[in-house]
């Protein structure tokens, strides 16, 4: 066996541990397998030879890695929780304006000159993931001005909702 980079469009996409069976098998399913030693994800394919990739100053890393990451988790988050309401009937109870307005609701958190909805941490430019927890601790703390809107908002979807973001920022956890 031996490592082997998938190659798409000029870059390596995946790398494995194959043997010469494998890579025959798997060969027409790629532009090119070729032996990768220790290449990694990401590396170029100039046809011949694997080119190291370009390490990301900071401010690259950030325009190229944070935000997306942060852009798509949070899509991911508001996808996942509209999903669950639809299929818990929220249109037909009835409660789809009054969840929107919880959604909605600013509320004041520590560093912001103006208050702030979850649907205003989730939907800006650059998600602040720091921030939607702030929003959520606050509807956590004020879960029973929220009793009428159950199943679709209760402590145990907003603290789910709070520890999938705090264990996707490496924060500490609410029960």
């Known amino acids: 066996m031996a490592l082997y980079a998938l190659i798409q469009d000029y870059v390596v996409v995946k790398i494995d541990d194959l043997t010469e069976d494998q890579v025959q098998s798997l060969g027409y399913q790629y532009q090119n397998i070729v032996d990768a ?32 990451s942060a852009k798509a988790f949070a899509i991911q988050l508001e996808t996942t929780f509209i999903k669950e309401n639809i299929l818990m009937g929220i249109s037909q109870y009835g409660k789809t304006a009054a969840v929107l307005g919880v959604l909605t609701k600013k509320v004041t958190v520590s560093g912001s000159p103006e208050p702030v909805s979850l649907v205003d941490t989730l939907h800006a430019e650059c998600p602040s993931l720091t921030v939607t927890l702030q929003v959520l601790s606050d509807h956590i703390t004020n879960v029973s001005d929220y009793s009428s809107l159950s199943p679709f908002i209760t402590r145990d979807r907003l603290v789910a909702l709070y520890n999938s973001i705090a264990n996707y ?5 609410i029960s």
């Open 169 to 173: 920022l490496h924060v500490s956890t």
């Open 37 to 68: 030693g220790s290449s990694a994800v990401g590396w170029k394919f100039d046809g011949r030879n694997l080119i190291a990739p370009t390490p990301l100053t900071p401010d690259q890393y950030v325009a190229q890695v944070v935000i997306p």
